[in-house]
Each structure stands twice: as C-alpha cells, then as structure tokens.
Antibody
Framework: QVQLQQSGAELVRPGTSVKVSCKASGYAFTNYLIEWVKQRPGQGLEWIGV????????NYNEKFKGKATLTADKSSSTAYMQLSSLTSDDSAVYFC???????????????WGQGTTLTVSS | DIQMTQTTSSLSASLGDRVTISCSAS??????LNWYQQKPDGTVKLLIY???SLHSGVPSRFSGSGSGTDYSLTISNLEPEDIATYYCQQYSKLPWTFGGGTKLEIK
C-alpha cells in the first residue's frame, strides 16, 4: 500500500536550517509529484511547493521562495524539504503529499505523510 | 492568489444529523475543488475531488456540490468517526490554496 513516512519532530535554533524527509513506498516514486504543505498551530493549510521526483523539477509558492528547497533522491524514493534561516514563524507541522494528476479536471493530494513538527526556539 | 474562505470555523452537531460545510472562492474556480478531512491525530485524507466525486473508500454519506465560487461538503447521518476538521482546496490556479478549515464537533 502507498505510504509516505516523514522524519521525526525537530527542535532547532533560530537562524539555522533543517531538512525534513518523506520516504515513499508502495508505488513508483518517479511517477507522481510530491507536494509540501505547512500547517501552523491552530491554522489552516498552506501550499509550499512541488517537486517532480523523476526530473527534479520544482515549483514554489512565491511566499516560500528562498525559504524552502525541495529535492528528491530516486535511489531511496525519498523527497526532502530544506528550510533555511529559521524563525519562530517557521514553527509548524509540515506535510508531504503525493499528487495525483488524472486529467486537467482531476488532480488532488491522494496520500499524505503523518506530518513533521518543527519547533524553532532558542 | 485565490482566497478560499470557510466562514464557519467550528460547527457542533448531533450524531445522525445532516451537516453542510461551506467554502467560497475569491474568484470562479470552475469546479476545481477538493475536500480533505484532518482527524484530531493530524492524519489527512482526501474525501471529494472535482467538487462532487467521491474518492475511493470514502463512505457514501459524504457528498460535495457547488459551482462558480461557492461550494459545499455535506455529511448525511453524522457518525462519531466524522469528528475532524474539513478543508477545501482549489486547484484552478497556482498557488494551490486551502480554506481555513471547519472543525466539526459532536453536540
């Protein structure tokens, strides 16, 4: 079955960087895009960006350009998101999700990781 | 960016009730609207895609409707496992955007 297993919770200092992983299993990793979503405590969901694991191509929400860097390792079927110059505003739960593209009418996030909690604090 | 608004942030209902959750877009999104459920443990699942299509394995008590800028998710015959927060998401135009969520509680 399809699974996206994310790395564990992180407690990091302001000004540093962190790399969150999302290991995919149960499907052909390079056949589906991987999306990343941010959820601040008690808040809604915010789209960060997407990576094509097959080509390495990425597309970012303008808001996260310079903050997030998405990469993927085909050999381990793992997607990564690096967040840099961390501040308290980056404290949130981060989700990866598989993106299903059926047609121009049908596309959605069909499988989600369990989320990785990031706490930025000195 | 297209703004998605769920005006009801929390909703209380009784088991067996019919519940409707609304979502509106800042501009027309041509039915490019999905609904997700987030359980209290954080788990997120797709419920409805393209406004009204039920995702595989989702109970038939869930349904979606709408057009233009206004959309809704209906849960008929509310069950205990439906306690969750529900989010709409548009995929008409990048960046994909989500509503603020509607938290459903049992009365």
């Amino acid at each position: 079955q399809v699974q996206l297993q994310q790395s564990g919770a992180e407690l990091v200092r302001p000004g540093t960087s962190v790399k969150v992983s999302c290991k995919a299993s149960g499907y052909a990793f390079t056949n589906y895009l991987i999306e990343w979503v941010k959820q601040r405590p008690g808040q809604g969901l915010e789209w960060i960006g997407v990576i094509n694991p097959g080509s390495g191509g990425t597309n970012y929400n303008e808001k996260f350009k310079g903050k997030a860097t998405l990469t993927a390792d085909k050999s381990s079927s793992t997607a990564y998101m690096q967040l840099s110059s961390l501040t308290s505003d980056d404290s949130a739960v981060y989700f990866c999700a598989r993106y299903y593209y059926g047609s121009s009418y049908v596309n959605y996030f069909d499988y989600w990781g369990q989320g990785t909690t990031l706490t930025v604090s000195s | 960016d297209i703004q998605m608004t769920q005006t009801t942030s929390s909703l209380s209902a009784s088991l067996g009730d019919r519940v409707t959750i609304s979502c509106s877009a800042s501009q027309g999104i041509s039915n490019y609207l999905n609904w997700y459920q987030q359980k209290p443990d954080g788990t997120v699942k797709l419920l409805i895609y393209y406004t009204s299509s039920l995702h595989s394995g989702v109970p038939s008590r869930f349904s979606g409707s709408g057009s233009g800028t206004d959309y809704s998710l209906t849960i008929s015959n509310l069950e205990p496992e439906d306690i969750a927060t529900y989010y709409c998401q548009q995929y008409s135009k990048l960046p994909w955007t989500f509503g603020g969520g509607t938290k459903l509680e049992i009365k």
